[in-house]
């Protein structure tokens, strides 16, 4: 029923977008279509997002001369195109850099963005462990020697600067990584652990929680960071 609640609200917002001839946004939808319909695949789909070994493939039963003797009268056998070579799979191992940092509203649109116009960070996902860091750029800087922050201004940069570290495992099938905290900016964050989201488009990652699990004052957002592989 949650699966299909995510279509239903994506369609809904769509269909206001679309009455609305509100080009962007329609075009703002695809990542809420998009997760709508890969989350009921996860769950419902055996095997869904993996492609048979050629083993399998090889191995496949094939129709017996009998059942295929008309097809073959009827018409000379054409040879089989020749395969095309196969696109290699993206890996969410690597290091990424932050582009944007958004939450979004169920019909797309940018509710907010948490760290700024301009935030700065970066995925670091190697060997079974993970590091993330989100800050804002647009915080004042302060000059060597100058008079030091009050309380208010230190709790100002707290809010505005988030990381936290520890061993994680990859879900390839689910398109999930769960990170288990072992070191937060925040002592609760400590010990817990965090389940996110990934999917690749056009060249980039696209990284978040759950959707709809942000929650700012009546308003239910989807946070989606837009990160670019660093080489």
């Known amino acids: 029923m949650q699966d299909a609640k995510l279509m239903l609200d994506a369609g809904r917002a769509a269909f206001r977008a679309a009455k609305a001839k509100d080009v962007a946004a329609l075009d703002a939808l695809s990542d809420q279509l998009y ?40 018409r000379s056998a054409l040879p089989a195109p020749p395969a095309l070579p196969a696109l290699p799979a993206q890996k969410l191992e690597g290091r990424w850099k932050l582009r944007t940092a958004e939450d979004l509203r169920a019909d797309g649109t940018v509710a907010r963005r ?19 860091q989100i800050m804002s750029a647009d915080t004042p800087s302060f000059a060597p020697g100058a008079t030091p922050p009050t309380e208010q201004m230190k709790a ?36 817990t652990e965090q389940k996110r989201f990934f999917r690749f488009e056009n060249g980039v990652l696209l990284f978040g929680p759950a959707p709809g699990s942000i929650r700012v004052g009546n308003e239910t957002l989807t946070r989606r960071l837009t990160l670019d592989r660093v080489p």
């Not at 948490?114 to 993330?132: D, K, N, Q, T």
């Not at 520890?166 to 905290?181: A, D, M, R």
């Open 114 to 132: 948490p760290w700024g116009e301009h935030p700065a960070g970066s995925i670091v996902i190697e060997r079974g462990a993970c590091y993330l």
């Open 156 to 191: 100002a940069l707290l809010s505005s600067y988030i990381a936290y570290s520890g061993p994680c495992t990859i879900n390839e099938v689910e398109s999930s990584v769960t990170l288990k905290v072992d070191a937060a900016w925040r002592p609760d964050y400590v010990g």
């Open 35 to 74: 997760t709508s319909c890969t989350s009921c695949h996860q769950h419902y789909r055996p095997n869904y997002g993996r492609r048979p070994s050629p083993e399998a493939a090889a191995s496949a039963p094939v129709a017996s001369s009998a059942s295929s003797a008309p097809a073959a009268s009827s």
